[in-house]
C-alpha cells in the first residue's frame, strides 16, 4: 500500500517527477517519470496507474493484457493517437479521467486488437471543425476502433469547445474495406456510456459489427 507517498512494504518513494506506478506480483510498486516506461516494464496482467496528467503518446504492444486506471488524470498525445493498442494486445481502462487528443488527424484511442472502456472520458478538446465539409484543419474520430471493443462505462464527449460536425465521434470498421487485408471484423459491443457529438455520433463502416 501507499502511504505519504511511501510504499510500506519496500519503502520506495513516490517523487514529483512520478507519473505513473505500477504494483508488481510481490505487492510493492515501481515507480516510473513517463507512462510510456510503465507500460513497456508492466508485467502482462498488471495495472498501470496514472498519478499525475500527462502529455504523451503511448502504445500497448502485442502479446501483452494491460489495464490502465487513469486515476482522476488526464492523458493527451503530443502529436500522435493518444493510445495505440496493436493485433493481439489486450488494454482494459478504468478510473475517472479523460483521455485526450488535440492533433488533426490522430485520435484518443486506435484499437487494432482489444480494449474494454470500464470508465474514463475520451475527447478531442481542440477539435475545430465548423461543418461536414471544413475539418478547420484540427479533426478526426474520438475512438477508431479496427479490433474488437466493449465500452461498458464512461462518458464520452466529442470536444470541450464545441460537438464537431466533420469527423465522427466513433468509427467502427474501415473506411476503405479494401484496406481490411485479413478481413476480420471490427466489432464493438456498447453496454453503458453517453455519447454526444460528432457529424455522425456512431459510424459503422465497412466489416463493422456492433
Do not use: P
Amino acid at each position: 500500500t501507499i502511504v505519504g507517498g511511501k510504499c510500506t512494504v519496500c519503502g520506495a518513494e513516490q517523487t514529483d517527477a512520478v507519473v505513473a506506478s505500477v504494483k508488481k506480483s510481490d505487492g510493492t510498486y515501481a515507480y516510473y517519470s513517463t507512462l510510456a516506461e510503465a507500460i513497456n516494464a508492466a508485467a502482462d496482467g498488471a495495472t498501470v496507474t496514472l498519478v499525475k496528467n500527462a502529455e504523451e503518446d503511448i502504445t500497448v504492444s502485442g502479446g501483452k493484457a494491460l489495464a490502465i486506471d487513469l486515476n482522476g488524470m488526464k492523458l493527451t498525445n503530443k502529436s500522435g493517437d493518444t493510445i495505440v493498442v496493436e493485433i493481439g494486445a489486450t488494454l482494459t481502462v478504468t478510473g475517472s479521467g479523460t483521455v485526450d487528443n488535440v492533433t488533426h488527424g490522430k485520435a484518443a484511442i486506435y484499437n487494432n486488437g482489444t480494449v474494454i472502456l470500464n470508465g474514463g472520458s475520451y475527447t478531442r478538446s481542440a477539435e475545430a471543425s465548423t461543418s461536414d465539409k471544413n475539418s478547420g484543419n484540427n479533426s478526426y474520430y474520438v475512438i477508431e476502433n479496427q479490433g474488437t471493443m466493449t465500452i461498458a462505462d464512461g462518458t464520452f464527449k466529442f470536444s470541450d469547445a464545441n460537438t464537431g460536425l466533420f469527423s465522427s465521434l466513433i468509427h467502427n470498421g474501415w473506411y476503405d474495406g479494401s484496406k481490411n487485408t485479413n478481413k476480420v471484423e471490427s466489432v464493438l459491443n456498447i453496454s453503458g456510456g453517453s455519447f454526444t457529438g460528432g457529424g455522425i455520433t456512431l459510424k459503422n463502416d465497412d466489416y463493422g459489427s456492433v
